[in-house]
């Protein structure tokens, strides 16, 4: 079956622009999540959606990002006024169910340059 | 704070070396994964354990949950280039009534042909 699959794969903005980036996730999923990843490191989480609401949004890093998520299925991060250190991997995964479910499956990412 | 904390971070190898990987972390864990992430792509989940003590083998790769769920190992026999990548340990831990899905720091390894 589809995995899951992120748009744009590469985008490049310029400083004080806003962007969408999509998430649509593995049909059936419940749970979705949106990560970080900064050039060679790890991955910061930024927030989880359990159905179309989101449970925990601790990762955000400021107001200028948020993020939705409609009909239980596609999920958009948007980020305004972006700046540069918002330049990372956007990545996004679901799952089959909820926290403490486990086994995330991840998309190839979106790779946001502010320039 | 829980963290996962790897180690190595970097690890450069010959083709044929064995390594072991490390994912350790002063809180416990109901569960712990290991993920692999290519360059260009998402992590690919490679194995999940759940119970302490428990051991799984995936061809070459064998994982271990520590007895406690606090630490876990992977460990890769006769290392290929097809082994290079980013290695990911994750974790879902309990804090406050609210469960928290943590990644650890990454190693980053490198096989040389």
């Known amino acids: 079956g589809a995995g899951v699959s992120q748009s744009p794969s590469n985008k490049v903005t310029e400083k004080g622009k806003d962007v969408e980036l999509r998430c649509d996730p593995i049909s059936g999923h419940t749970a979705l999540y949106w990560y970080r990843q900064s050039l060679g490191q790890g991955l910061e989480f930024l927030i989880y959606f359990q159905g179309n609401s989101a449970p925990d949004k601790s990762g955000l890093p400021s107001d200028r990002f948020s993020a939705e998520r409609t009909g239980g299925s596609v999920s958009t991060l948007t980020i305004q006024r972006t700046q540069q250190e918002d330049s990372a991997v956007y990545l996004c995964?679901?799952?089959?169910?909820?926290?403490?479910?486990?086994?995330?499956?991840f998309g190839p990412g979106t790779r946001l340059t502010v320039t | 704070t829980q963290l996962l904390e790897q180690s190595p971070q970097f690890l450069s190898i010959q083709e044929g070396e064995n390594l072991t990987v490390y994912c350790n972390s002063s809180?416990?864990?109901?569960?712990l994964q290991w993920y692999r992430q290519e360059p260009g792509e998402g992590p690919v989940l490679l194995v999940t354990v759940v119970t302490g003590g428990e051991v799984k083998k995936l061809k070459r790769l064998t994982f271990q949950f520590g007895d406690a769920r606090k630490d876990s190992s992977l460990h890769i026999t006769a290392a290929q280039p097809g082994d290079t990548g980013l290695y990911l340990c994750?974790?879902?831990?309990?804090?406050?009534?609210?469960?928290?899905?943590?990644f650890g720091t990454g190693t980053r390894l490198k096989v040389l042909a």
């Open positions: 809180s416990v864990f109901s569960s």
């Open positions: 995964a679901s799952s089959r169910s909820p926290p403490p479910a486990y086994e995330q499956y």
């Open positions: 994750a974790g879902t831990a309990r804090t406050s009534g609210t469960y928290k899905y943590i």
